[in-house]
């Protein structure tokens, strides 16, 4: 399981270095925790956000559900022409397949995926804040 963990968090992790390096808004890097014995890790960032990273290439995208749900559905990058795009479906694959449960939000959007889940299920969050936002637990 543990590969898979450091799999996934990698990605995420790498996701906020990748789309935001030199466009940072305020305050540069990321924030990881994570507390083996509980089974919990977080990732947090003050970036971009999907929204506004995936606009550039899909400028029809007006809100941070929809971005959310087409960042974990749809295979698009920001850092097109690059063909990429894969990296959030793979963190999906991975969580629904296994003994995993991931919360993600992003400016106002929020999803929950866990084992056997497929669907993608985008609420509209209480909170607004700027970056993303990952706590997986295992």
Known sequence: MFPLIVAITGEM??????????????????FFAHHAEKGTI?????GQGILSTLKKVKPEL???QDALRTAFTEVISGRAPEYRGNGLKFVRDVVTANEIRL?????????????????????????????CLAVVNF
């Open 13 to 30: 992790g790498n996701n906020s270095f990748d789309h935001n390096l030199g466009n940072w808004p305020d305050v540069l890097g990321i």
């Open 103 to 131: 919360f993600f939000q992003t400016g106002n959007a929020q999803l929950k995926i866990q084992k056997d889940d497929s669907r993608i299920s985008v609420q509209k969050s209480a909170l607004t804040f700027r970056g």
């Open 42 to 46: 977080v990732l947090a960032d003050r």
């Open 62 to 64: 007006t809100n941070h």
